[in-house]
């Protein structure tokens, strides 16, 4: 079994953003040295790391000497080319590891890790030409989505298409090889995370309900509300994912709720979630934490959930509520924060663009559909005045 890496520990996070910056701030919390590796200087994460190394995740030997400063390295987004995973893996323990990183980074080769292992997802064919397109259209059907293969995420790099002039036209604007999937006409969109340790212990946070805002996460329920046998079978797939990955540290599964009741896969997030921010307040260990304890060969916490709680995404379209302003105008905080049981969290980014995610907000409430309500009551109260 491998030895602990106890606090007083340094801990190398690979990506600046909002992520590692809440997992840099669980690590001081539990009395580690977060060290953070970014292109950008005064990251996010960095802004709270004992240390920020900036360099690019291609420049190999930064990479190494920045593992060899440290006792672990984790990451903050998926994005991360594989290549730097195995560079940092020679020089200390690497999680998730760089097959993790392979398969979760490329929706293509996702979908089909997921569909070798019997894990359900919409029908989908790869596809790179005019020809490839007419296959697909006619094995899979309209309406459909063309997604890129790589590099994804809040919508970007896909379209959806209802008829084959609309596919064609995407396939020509998209490029490369692209994913032709199956429209998924769902009632819910929801997500499992669930954390892994060195020894293959599993927890799992309940299913929660995800909003999207022009395909960006608007509000997170937690929990979803779902009948006990449909929670149960959410926290089942995302256990299959974990086991049969090996990951060790947090992932995320997104799942669509179909109208017929089934659950289907859509995305892996090997890394804390958006959708797992309300767990700072509202549950005994947060998604952090759990990271931060699987990295370091500790024993999981505790996942139970304290209380219902929602998520709010505070995007930078809050620094613009006139069209006709030049600079962006700062929120209103105090008229947020006078609102009992909000929790705050900006990210210390410096330009608040429109759609950019600045912070989030938390609130807890006796009902996950109340704590909503408020969470965007509260989120409209910062356009006042």
């Known amino acids: 079994m491998t030895r602990p890496i106890l606090p007083g520990s340094s801990i190398g996070i690979l990506g600046g953003g909002q992520l590692g910056r809440m997992l840099a701030l669980a690590a001081r919390t539990m009395g580690y040295s977060p060290h953070v590796l970014c292109p950008e200087g005064r990251s996010p994460?960095?802004?709270?790391?004992?240390?920020?190394?900036?360099?690019?995740?291609?420049?190999?030997?930064?990479?190494?000497?920045?593992?060899?400063?440290?006792?672990?390295?984790?990451?903050?987004?998926?994005?991360?080319?594989?290549?730097?995973?195995?560079?940092?893996?020679?020089?200390?323990?690497?999680?998730?590891?760089?097959?993790?990183?392979?398969?979760?980074?490329?929706r293509l080769r996702e979908k089909r890790w997921l569909a070798a292992r019997g894990l359900p997802t919409a029908d989908f064919?790869?596809?790179?030409?005019?020809?490839?397109?007419?296959?697909?259209?006619?094995?899979?059907?309209?309406?459909?989505?063309?997604?890129?293969?790589?590099?994804?995420?809040?919508?970007?790099?896909?379209?959806?298409?209802?008829?084959?002039?609309?596919?064609?036209?995407?396939?020509?604007?998209?490029?490369?090889?692209?994913?032709?999937?199956?429209?998924?006409?769902?009632?819910?969109?929801?997500?499992?995370?669930?954390a892994r340790s060195t020894a293959g212990d599993l927890v799992t946070y309940g299913p929660v309900e995800n909003r999207h805002q022009h395909h960006i996460l608007d509000l997170t329920l937690a929990p979803a509300g779902l009948p006990p046998s449909l929670s149960a079978r959410a926290q089942e797939l995302a256990r299959a994912v974990l086991e049969a990955l090996d990951v060790v540290g947090v992932l995320c599964v997104e799942l669509f709720l179909t109208r017929q009741g089934d659950l289907l896969v859509n995305e892996l997030a090997p890394r804390p979630h958006n959708s797992g921010h309300y767990t700072i307040e509202a549950c005994e260990a947060?998604?952090?934490?759990?990271?931060?304890?699987a990295v370091c060969g500790l024993p999981l916490g505790d996942a139970t959930q304290r209380a219902p709680a929602a998520m709010a995404n505070l995007l930078g379209d809050l620094w613009w509520p006139d069209p006709a302003l030049t600079t962006p105008r700062e929120p209103r905080w105090p008229r947020l924060l006078g609102r009992p049981g909000v929790h705050l969290h900006l990210y210390g980014k410096r330009d608040p663009r429109p759609g950019r995610k600045m912070g989030h907000l938390t609130v807890l409430a006796a009902d996950a559909e109340t704590a909503g309500l408020a969470a965007v009551a509260a989120r409209t109260a910062l356009l006042e005045g």
């Open 45 to 106: 994460a960095g802004q709270v790391a004992d240390r920020e190394v900036v360099a690019a995740y291609d420049d190999l030997d930064a990479v190494r000497r920045f593992a060899a400063d440290v006792a672990a390295v984790t990451f903050e987004f998926e994005n991360v080319p594989a290549a730097a995973a195995l560079a940092a893996a020679a020089c200390c323990p690497v999680h998730p590891s760089a097959e993790v990183l392979e398969v979760c980074q490329h």
């Open 125 to 194: 064919r790869s596809v790179r030409t005019p020809e490839e397109l007419r296959a697909a259209i006619d094995a899979v059907g309209l309406p459909a989505v063309l997604k890129t293969s790589g590099f994804g995420y809040d919508g970007k790099g896909q379209r959806r298409v209802t008829t084959r002039g609309e596919a064609k036209a995407a396939l020509a604007d998209l490029g490369g090889e692209l994913i032709f999937e199956r429209f998924v006409d769902f009632t819910a969109e929801l997500s499992v995370v669930a």
């Open 286 to 293: 947060s998604q952090f934490e759990q990271q931060l304890r």
